[in-house]
Nanobody, 117 residues
Framework: QVQLVESGGGLVQAGGSLRLSCALSGRDFSATIMGWFRQAPGEEREFVAAINWSGSSSYYADSVKGRFTISRDNDKNTATLQMNSLKPEDTAVYYC??????????WGQGTQVTVSS
Protein backbone atom coordinates (compact mmCIF):
# COMPACT_ATOMS: atom_id res chain seq x y z
CA GLN A 1 0.00 0.00 0.00
CA VAL A 2 1.25 3.44 -0.92
CA GLN A 3 1.73 5.90 1.91
CA LEU A 4 2.35 9.57 1.17
CA VAL A 5 3.22 12.44 3.47
CA GLU A 6 3.41 15.99 2.12
CA SER A 7 4.93 18.91 3.99
CA GLY A 8 6.31 22.40 3.52
CA GLY A 9 3.17 24.39 2.85
CA GLY A 10 2.33 27.68 4.49
CA LEU A 11 1.23 31.27 4.05
CA VAL A 12 3.32 33.43 1.72
CA GLN A 13 2.90 36.75 -0.03
CA ALA A 14 2.54 36.95 -3.77
CA GLY A 15 5.95 36.74 -5.39
CA GLY A 16 7.33 34.58 -2.60
CA SER A 17 8.59 31.01 -2.62
CA LEU A 18 7.86 27.73 -0.91
CA ARG A 19 9.46 24.30 -1.10
CA LEU A 20 7.18 21.30 -0.73
CA SER A 21 8.39 17.83 0.16
CA CYS A 22 6.81 14.43 -0.27
CA ALA A 23 7.84 11.23 1.44
CA LEU A 24 6.63 7.95 -0.01
CA SER A 25 6.66 4.56 1.64
CA GLY A 26 5.16 1.16 1.11
CA ARG A 27 7.39 0.02 -1.68
CA ASP A 28 10.29 1.05 -3.93
CA PHE A 29 9.23 3.92 -6.16
CA SER A 30 12.53 4.45 -7.90
CA ALA A 31 11.18 3.05 -11.19
CA THR A 32 7.97 5.03 -11.37
CA ILE A 33 6.92 8.52 -12.35
CA MET A 34 6.11 10.85 -9.46
CA GLY A 35 3.77 13.80 -9.60
CA TRP A 36 2.35 16.78 -7.75
CA PHE A 37 -1.29 17.79 -7.86
CA ARG A 38 -3.35 20.52 -6.23
CA GLN A 39 -6.93 21.17 -5.30
CA ALA A 40 -8.34 24.62 -4.67
CA PRO A 41 -11.59 25.10 -2.73
CA GLY A 42 -14.57 24.15 -4.86
CA GLU A 43 -12.36 22.90 -7.67
CA GLU A 44 -11.32 19.53 -9.00
CA ARG A 45 -7.86 18.21 -8.23
CA GLU A 46 -5.49 19.16 -11.04
CA PHE A 47 -2.10 18.14 -12.30
CA VAL A 48 0.82 20.42 -11.44
CA ALA A 49 4.06 18.65 -12.30
CA ALA A 50 5.60 15.21 -12.81
CA ILE A 51 9.07 13.73 -13.10
CA ASN A 52 10.17 10.45 -14.63
CA TRP A 53 11.98 7.70 -12.75
CA SER A 54 15.49 8.93 -13.50
CA GLY A 55 14.76 12.63 -13.08
CA SER A 56 15.82 13.29 -16.66
CA SER A 57 12.39 14.47 -17.81
CA SER A 58 9.84 16.69 -16.10
CA TYR A 59 6.42 17.91 -17.10
CA TYR A 60 4.47 20.95 -15.95
CA ALA A 61 1.03 22.42 -16.20
CA ASP A 62 1.08 25.57 -18.31
CA SER A 63 -0.01 27.60 -15.29
CA VAL A 64 3.18 26.81 -13.36
CA LYS A 65 5.72 26.39 -16.13
CA GLY A 66 8.79 28.53 -15.51
CA ARG A 67 7.91 29.09 -11.85
CA PHE A 68 7.82 25.59 -10.32
CA THR A 69 10.53 22.93 -10.39
CA ILE A 70 10.04 19.28 -9.51
CA SER A 71 12.85 17.02 -8.37
CA ARG A 72 13.25 13.63 -6.70
CA ASP A 73 15.67 11.59 -4.62
CA ASN A 74 15.26 7.88 -5.32
CA ASP A 75 17.56 6.89 -2.48
CA LYS A 76 15.22 8.58 -0.02
CA ASN A 77 11.92 7.95 -1.87
CA THR A 78 11.15 11.66 -1.79
CA ALA A 79 9.92 14.27 -4.21
CA THR A 80 10.25 18.04 -3.96
CA LEU A 81 8.38 20.91 -5.56
CA GLN A 82 10.16 24.26 -5.53
CA MET A 83 7.61 27.01 -6.08
CA ASN A 84 8.79 30.50 -6.97
CA SER A 85 6.98 33.67 -8.00
CA LEU A 86 3.85 32.42 -6.28
CA LYS A 87 0.50 33.91 -7.22
CA PRO A 88 -2.80 34.03 -5.30
CA GLU A 89 -4.22 31.55 -7.82
CA ASP A 90 -1.65 29.00 -6.64
CA THR A 91 -3.54 28.78 -3.35
CA ALA A 92 -4.59 25.15 -2.89
CA VAL A 93 -3.90 21.94 -1.04
CA TYR A 94 -0.95 20.25 -2.72
CA TYR A 95 -0.60 16.48 -3.00
CA CYS A 96 2.03 14.16 -4.38
CA UNK A 97 1.36 10.73 -5.77
CA UNK A 98 2.50 7.93 -8.03
CA UNK A 99 0.44 5.91 -10.53
CA UNK A 100 0.00 3.03 -8.10
CA UNK A 101 -1.43 5.37 -5.48
CA UNK A 102 -3.75 7.10 -7.91
CA UNK A 103 -5.01 3.76 -9.21
CA UNK A 104 -5.81 2.57 -5.69
CA UNK A 105 -7.31 5.86 -4.58
CA UNK A 106 -4.59 6.42 -1.97
CA TRP A 107 -3.78 10.06 -1.30
CA GLY A 108 -1.94 11.75 1.52
CA GLN A 109 -3.35 14.53 3.67
CA GLY A 110 -1.77 17.15 1.44
CA THR A 111 -0.15 20.41 2.47
CA GLN A 112 -1.93 23.76 2.38
CA VAL A 113 -0.39 26.57 0.35
CA THR A 114 -1.92 30.02 0.75
CA VAL A 115 -0.68 32.97 -1.29
CA SER A 116 -1.86 36.40 -0.21
CA SER A 117 -2.09 39.30 -2.63
Amino acid sequence: QVQLVESGGGLVQAGGSLRLSCALSGRDFSATIMGWFRQAPGEEREFVAAINWSGSSSYYADSVKGRFTISRDNDKNTATLQMNSLKPEDTAVYYCNVPQGIASGSWGQGTQVTVSS
